[in-house]
Structures are given as C-alpha cells and as structure tokens.
C-alpha cells in the first residue's frame, strides 16, 4: 500500500496544494476585479448558454451551437406578414416623394392649400397677372404664413413619424428570403403555398444574419399607431402596403422576442463574446427642415426664372423695335465662341458679349448714318439761342462717335494679333499646370468685361443726352413761338430728309436702345 512518503503521493499532494492555493489566489483576485478575463468570458458565456437552454424559445441548442427549426418558423411567420410591403415600399427610404406625404399628412386643409400656391404651376399662373415686384411679395406672405406653422412641437411629430416609418421600412427590408433559404433550400421568394420543412444548422452559418436583423429589429417601435400609418402608407401606395390585423397579431410576438434578448444571446454565443453589443441602425432624420428649404430653394429659382423670362422677352421686343430682330451679331471676337475655351477653366469668360453686339450694330448701322444725317443739319444749319444746348448736344453725338470706334479697337484687340488676345491666349495655355495663372487669367476677364461695360454705360449716359435734346427740339418745332432753334424753316429747307418725321423716329429708337442697355447696367450693378 502507497504511504505518504511515495514519491508519486508527494507529487499529487504537491499539485493539489498548488491548485488549492491557485483558486484561492483567484478568488481573492477576482473581488478586487482582477480576475483571468479568458476565464470570466468564457464563464459569462456558458451562463448564456444556460440562459438559452431554459428559455422558452426553442431557437437554439448550445450545446451543439445549431440554430433550430423553431428559429427559422419564427422568421417565415414574420416574412409571411411583411413580404407584400416589400414590394410596394422598394427604394421608399430614399424616395423625397414619400419624405412630402409624410409631412403633408400632418397638414391641415388651409396649410394643404397653401402649399398649393407655392407651386411653380401656380406661381406661373400668378405671374401672367401680376408684376414680378407683386408675384414676389405675394409669394413672400404666402411662404410666412405656411412655414410658420411648422413649430417646435409639429416638427418633432413630424420627424418623429418619419423615423417610425423609417423603422419599419428597414425592417421588412430585411433579406428574410435569404436567411430562410439556409434552413430550407426549397423556400420560394414572397411564396407561401409551399410548405418549408426547416432542419437545425450550425450557428457559425447564421450568426452574422441574425446581427444585422437585430440592427433593424431593435429601433422598430413596436408601440407605434400603426392602424394610422398603414392607413396613410393605403393612401401614398393607392392599396393596402401590409394587411393591418396580421401585423397586429404579429407584434405581440416581436415584442416578446425582443424582450427576451433570446437572439441577441445567440449571437454572442455562437461568437463564444458575450461583450458583443448591436448598435441599431439609426432612422432619425430632421425631414421638415430639409423640406422647407427645398421649398424655399425651388420657390426663388421659380422667382428668378419667371423675372429671367419677363427680361428676356422685353430685351427681344426692345430689340425688334430697334433693329426689326432679336439676333443680332457684330462682334468678331469678344464672343460666345471664345467662352468655350474659358469655360473649360470653369471661368465666366465675357459677360457683355449681347449687350456690346446691341450697341455696335445700333451705332455703326443706325447711328453714324441717319442720326449724323439729322444732328448734321441741326447743328450746322441751326440758329440756337444758347450755345449751351448745342454744345451739350455736340459732346453728346461726338462722345457715341468715340464709343463706336473704341468698340471696333476692342474687339479687334481681341483678335489673334491683338495685344490683349495674345495675352488671354498664353495665360490661358499656362492655366492647366499653373494656379496663379488662373487668378491672372480671372483677373484678365474681369478688366475686359469691365472694360466692356464702361463702353456701354458711356454709350448710354451720352444716347440720353442727345435723346432728351431732340425731344426738346421736337416740342419746340411744334410751338408757334421757337425758344431753342430760330430757323425751323431754313433747316427744313436745307434737310434732305423731312426733320421732324426723322427726329420723332431717331428719338424713339434711342428710347427703345437706352432702355435696352439699362437691362445690361442694371444687371451688373445687382451683381457687385
């Protein structure tokens, strides 16, 4: 018989005393929380196991680690309910349509109306009555009214909705056809005729599946009015999007299974992590205030286009009333054609190309031939009583001369040989592979524009000095007492053309070409 002064003995004594101290070392340790954290893990998971294995949701052994028919009917009884609403609500997250109905649905009639009048339909149809100064404000008291009922509390509502909404959009999104097709191979997508005969499969297969079902299952608020939503949803899709009384039959059980935390255990077994923690996927969004600046965005570009449109037509009717066209082409070189090359440096390029091709054509083929026809006669054969309005009309006439051939020598100057030409062109070859090239080239345009648009705003002042002297001269031809020009008579004599007939019509084409101008003036001067 072994005594105690065996070797063998002494050595089981000896480790038994080492192991004795070892756990009562780690006992110690582990009430100071310092334990072995292999150890506790590992412990933590085997209490989940038995957590699993009591549970009264038969959905996985872990002993095995199998995940079992039970689990996989409970996904086929939820695919059964949600599988239509698949269909009718693809892509819906992402849709701005159902963002507007969500939000209309929470509109009362008159603010339903109101947003009504905010359409670019409706405004378009305001604008055939009214002024662009009128349509604006009007649109501005309609907008003020409508957004101000958007307060704190029907905002919250409203986002709040829509998260609920997101939720379960989310959820029934969720690729149950997939997930069933690992238990039966033979389960049929949004089918139901067949009946699935579901086996156990090892959890390893189906962990990661039940994860990113718990991202969509847990924000799904499950206490939610759904008879309303569903209602709504009836009303965005024109049919039933889920049958109301099986959903309401169903979420009884959602809650309970999400309540038991049984899926989010299964996880954590399967992945032997019981720290392992589902972050919901997040469904807040702030949908009203984005929608009231879309509002607000959509209801100024209707704005500047209806005002773009009223410029436009009454430039093409000052045009025609001046040149009998509303295309008009003088310039050889400061045109749309060179724009190309700047626009593909994302640069404006010329910027008075129309209202410069406006001016030459009207003082090279009008004014130098039938307006120095009749300031010709006026002047010359005319017996002022004051030299200053002569004079004024002189500087006037000479100063549109000026402004003729300085538009000639810019846009040639623009040219190929031009000196300004060659400079935009080089600067313009170094712009690729140079930034301060760009910043010289930006630079450039703008003395050109500016330069551009000196020459109109001269053309203009001196067009009014000479239009307010001839219809001055064209009262006072019709009084029966002359106060400006002594002579009438001799001057008619001494015109080849009939002087008040060519007054009246010169003095009505530099009317119709001022305003025209005033378009381009004013358009830079709101621009700066």
Not at 14 to 24: L, M
Request: glycine fraction near 4%.
């Amino acid at each position: 018989m072994p005594t105690i002064n065996d070797p063998a003995n002494r050595e089981s004594a000896r480790k038994d005393d080492v192991s004795s101290a070892s756990g009562f070392f780690q006992k110690i340790l582990g009430m100071f929380g310092m334990g072995d954290p292999a150890a506790d893990k590992k412990r933590l998971v085997k209490n989940i196991g038995k957590d699993l294995t009591r549970s009264r949701y038969k959905f996985y052994k872990p002993k095995t680690s199998e995940a079992l028919p039970g689990l996989a009917r409970f996904f086929y009884e939820t695919y059964k309910v949600i599988a239509p609403a698949q269909v009718m609500l693809t892509n819906a997250s992402q849709s701005g349509v159902l963002k507007a109905f969500v939000i209309e649905s929470f509109l009362s009639p008159e603010q339903r109306q109101l947003s009504e009048s905010l359409t670019e339909a409706y405004i378009q149809e305001k604008a055939k009555t009214m002024s662009v100064k009128d349509l604006q404000e009007h649109v501005k008291q309609i907008m003020i009214t409508f957004f101000s009922a958007f307060d704190a509390e029907k905002t919250s509502q409203i986002d709040g909705a829509y998260s609920t909404l997101l939720s379960f959009i989310n959820f029934i999104n969720f690729d149950y056809f997939f997930l069933l097709k690992k238990f039966d191979s033979n389960v049929a997508e949004r089918s139901f005729t067949y009946n699935p005969k579901f086996d156990s499969l090892s959890g390893d297969y189906l962990a990661d599946d039940l994860h990113d079902f718990l991202e969509v299952f847990l924000p799904l608020n499950l206490d939610a009015d759904w008879k309303r939503i569903f209602t709504a949803l009836k009303d965005y899709r024109n049919m039933d999007v889920i049958q109301i009384d099986s959903w309401t039959k169903l979420t009884p059980a959602l809650k309970d299974v999400r309540e038991s935390c049984v899926l989010e255990q299964i996880v954590q077994h399967v992945k032997m992590d019981p720290f392992i923690a589902v972050t919901p996927r997040a469904t807040g969004e702030r949908i009203v205030e984005a929608f009231i600046d879309k509002l607000k965005n959509q209801t100024a570009m209707t704005m500047q286009k209806i005002a773009q449109e009223r410029r436009n037509s009454k430039i093409d009717e000052l045009a025609k009333a001046v040149f009998g066209t509303s295309i008009v082409l003088r310039l050889k070189n400061y045109t749309e054609k060179s724009n190309v090359a700047f626009a593909k440096k994302m640069l404006g390029g010329y910027t008075q190309i129309q209202a410069l091709n406006f001016l030459k054509a009207y003082l090279i083929d009008y004014f130098k031939k039938d307006i120095r026809e009749i300031v010709d006669v006026l002047l010359i054969r005319g017996q002022w009583s004051t030299n200053v309005q002569s004079q004024q009309l002189s500087d006037g006439y000479h100063a549109l001369l000026e402004v003729s051939e300085a538009i000639i020598q810019f846009d040639d100057g623009l040219g190929d040989d031009g000196d300004m030409g060659l400079k935009l062109r080089n600067v313009l070859q170094k712009a690729d592979r140079d930034k301060d090239a760009v910043k010289y080239l930006r630079q450039l345009l703008k003395d050109v524009n500016d330069k551009a648009l000196g020459l109109i705003n001269k053309a203009a002042l001196n067009m009014i000095t000479v239009g307010r002297h001839l219809k001055s001269l064209i009262d006072d031809e019709a009084k029966p007492h002359h106060e400006l020009l002594q002579n009438w008579k001799e001057v008619e004599n001494a015109s080849a053309i009939p002087m008040k007939e060519a007054m009246t019509e010169a003095y009505k084409k530099i009317y119709y070409m001022v305003q025209l101008l005033q378009y381009y003036v004013k358009e830079e001067a709101s621009s700066k």
